[in-house]
């Protein structure tokens, strides 16, 4: 990674969508969902159950909570299966229907989502008071890629992903973890790209920081 | 611009969004500071990581009870199972 991207060349900034991502072969899967076909069913759910119950978990307390939340979608998906229009992909779609239930859900409960915190973990120490670096990154090694695979380091990614505010959290997993584009992230989420982009940001800089812990005791 | 504030842009820098003089500049800092530079070089790589990590599993119960509402669905029941 180290020697294949340099930074100020001319390659382009990447969309950063998440490799390994592909489209659902959506009309298909539709059209086999309405006639009732339960291998696709079941391949989207084995697909698509987990990250919906994190994403839910951003509204609501419980694990159990939000696996009702998640279970819950599946059951509206099935009745509005006859009238998708494939105006937003399925999968939006769907992360669509967990977030209004979790919002209702977690308004039910009263767990509202704690104010977004503001501040960033930058202000440690990291920099000068002229703001210029005092502990200058190091060189990450390019094993760090392959230990990620690894269960201890994927452990402690998703650790800090689970400490992160719910907005962040949210918004990070619908993205990078996801691979949504942030158009399809503003409206499952409901906010605006400018927002979309603060959250985002926040939350990939705290998950690099643990990942620097992790990798430099 | 200085590393405090470029550390500030780096999203913004990857999703093409800053207007033309500061992504110049930002530019510009990176092409000075090596420690900067692998800030960027670490924030891809986090990226990255984020979008390999191992998938998690759906639970066995959830599971079962999915694909018996699945199954009542296609049987022409409500769709709307809910645990007994
Ligand atoms: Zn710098």
Redesign the interface.
């Known amino acids: ?2 020697s294949g ?1 340099r ?2 060349s001319e390659d ?5 969508r ?4 592909t489209p659902f072969a959506e009309s298909e899967l539709v059209e086999r969902l309405r006639a ?1 076909d ?1 291998t696709a ?2 391949e989207l ?3 698509l ?2 990250a919906m119950v ?1 994403l839910a978990l951003t509204r609501v307390r419980s694990r159990a909570v939000a ?1 009702e939340v ?2 819950d979608a ?2 509206g998906l ?2 509005g299966i006859e009238t998708f229009e494939g105006r937003s992909s399925l999968r939006s779609w769907l992360f669509r229907i967990v977030t209004n239930r979790a919002i209702s859900t977690g308004l039910k409960e009263r767990a509202h989502l704690p104010v977004e915190d503001g501040e ?1 973990e ?1 202000r440690d120490g ?2 000068s008071q ?4 005092v502990t ?5 090694a390019d094993e ?2 392959d230990r ?2 690894a ?1 201890a380091l ?1 452990g402690r ?2 650790e800090a992903i689970a400490e992160l505010p719910p907005g962040q959290r949210a918004v ?1 997993t619908l993205r ?2 996801e ?1 949504l584009t ?1 158009a399809e992230v503003c409206a499952i989420l409901d906010i605006s790209e400018g927002n979309q ?1 603060v959250l ?2 926040r939350a ?2 705290r ?2 920081a643990a ?2 812990q992790e990798v430099i005791p | 611009m200085k590393c405090n504030e470029f550390v500030e842009l780096v999203t913004a820098y990857l999703e093409d969004q800053l207007p033309a003089d500061q992504r110049s500049e930002f530019e510009e800092h990176l092409s000075l500071c090596p420690g900067c530079e692998r800030y960027l070089v670490q924030f891809r790589t986090t990226i990255s990581l984020l979008g390999q990590l191992p998938e998690e599993s759906i639970t066995g119960p959830a599971r079962t009870h999915l694909l018996d509402a699945f199954a009542e669905w296609g049987s022409g029941g409500a769709a709307d199972v809910s645990d007994p």
């Open positions: 990674m180290a991207t930074p100020g382009p900034p990447d969309d950063t998440a490799p390994g991502s009732g339960e069913f079941s759910v084995e697909r159950h987990p994190r696996e998640a279970q599946w059951l099935l009745r960033l930058h990291r920099f002229d703001g210029w670096w200058p990154p190091t060189h990450w760090v890629i990620i695979t269960p994927a990614v998703h990070v990078d973890v691979g942030s982009r985002l940001h990939r800089t998950i690099r990942l620097e």
